[in-house]
């Protein structure tokens, strides 16, 4: 599945308010569309390491869990499907050079 046919969030009740906050907005003030970044296995922390990664350096993330993920979520405290990353549109390629450089480190352990 390739990055146009991933279903983007829309921004509504779902959406944390602090995150809201954060995202970055456009000339109207409304908040930027979000652009998927990757997917990630949540079951060894993939996920929230790659998140925490991406905050420290200021690019605000947006998880989505896809095919029912919320309710593992919910239950278990992890998504068994995995979670879907999105950051804010203008911050894609910054987040994109983060996450290579994540992987080359993954790579040479």
């Known amino acids: 599945?390739?990055?146009?046919?991933?279903?983007?969030?829309?921004?509504?009740?779902?959406?944390?308010?602090?995150?809201?906050?954060?995202?970055?907005?456009?000339?109207?003030?409304?908040p930027e569309p979000p652009r998927f970044l990757c997917h990630r296995n949540g079951v060894n922390m993939e996920d929230a390491m790659l998140v925490?990664?991406?905050?420290?350096?200021?690019?605000?993330c947006l998880?989505?869990?896809?095919?029912?993920?919320?309710?593992?979520?919910?239950?278990?405290?992890?998504?068994g499907t995995g979670t879907d990353i999105f950051v804010p549109s203008s911050l894609w390629e910054d987040a994109r050079v983060l996450l290579q450089g994540s992987e080359l480190y993954s790579e040479e352990e």
């Open 52 to 60: 925490s990664r991406m905050e420290s350096y200021g690019i605000p």
């Open 1 to 30: 599945m390739d990055d146009q046919e991933r279903e983007t969030p829309v921004w509504g009740r779902s959406i944390p308010g602090e995150l809201l906050e954060r995202w970055p907005k456009d000339e109207n003030g409304e």
């Open 63 to 79: 998880k989505q869990y896809p095919n029912n993920g919320v309710f593992g979520k919910l239950i278990l405290g992890i998504s």
